[in-house]
């Protein structure tokens, strides 16, 4: 299975944007729609964020948001708040009934 | 409300095996697949596999084949993941996750376990 690729950190000051990339392949997300996004605060269980590559499931803010072109996927994260800092994954189906993790992105809230 | 349950933390010693269970509630067990995804200290996390609970059918991750296996017992909704002949770097938090209803699409791992933390040493 493959491993999607993400930068391994991003920062930005309160009320900023910031945009975490995921970049695949075409075995899993230039020709899957299945992209999904997790965050992660130390010692908890991720938590999802987006699905199927920029659906939000209730009760997470509109400040997040999700789109893809061609093998990349993006988490973008509008109106930073302190309470956004944290460790964000993508995860994509890849074929086969198997899904692929990115390595995670820690966003810090300057 | 959705709950996933797992079993405590365990130790166990290199070639040993360990079995973890994911207890599940709040939902009907049968129409959902149950996934497990492991995390190792300091990394991201790592699919292993699913299991249809109401047929059983798996399907492992390829790093883990012939090492992995997911059963489940639907009379007490609860979803085990056996993993044999463990190495150090094993060690990890392993997680239960609910994926998609059987046969539709939408979120996958909505709901998650509160994690397992497996250590391997001598």
């Known amino acids: 299975q493959s491993a999607l690729t993400q930068p391994a950190s991003v920062s930005g000051s309160p009320g900023q944007s910031i945009t975490i990339s995921c970049t695949g392949t075409?075995?899993?997300?230039?020709?899957?729609?299945?992209v999904f996004w997790y965050q992660q605060h130390p010692g908890k269980a991720p938590t999802l964020m987006i699905f199927e590559g920029s659906e939000r499931p209730s009760g997470v803010s509109n400040r997040f948001s999700g789109s893809k072109s061609g093998n990349t996927a993006s988490l973008t994260i509008s109106g930073l708040q302190a309470e956004d800092e944290a460790h964000y994954y993508c995860c994509s189906f890849a074929g086969s009934g198997t899904w692929a993790f990115g390595g995670g992105t820690h966003l810090t809230v300057l | 409300q959705v709950q996933l349950v797992q079993s405590g933390a365990e130790v166990k010693k290199p070639g040993a095996s360990v079995k973890v269970s994911c207890d599940a509630s709040g939902y009907i067990f049968t129409d959902y697949y149950m996934h497990w995804v492991r995390q190792a200290p300091g990394q991201g996390p790592e699919w292993m596999g699913w299991i249809n609970p109401n047929s059983g059918d798996t399907n492992y991750a390829q790093k883990f084949q012939g090492r992995v296996t997911m059963t489940r017992d639907t009379s007490i909704t609860t979803a085990y993941m056996d993993l044999s002949r463990l190495r150090s770097d094993d060690t990890a938090v392993y997680y239960c996750a609910r994926g998609r209803g059987v046969g539709t699409t939408g979120p996958i791992f909505d709901y998650w376990g509160q994690g397992t933390l497996v250590t391997v040493s001598s």
């Open positions: 075409s075995s899993d997300i230039e020709n899957h729609n299945f």
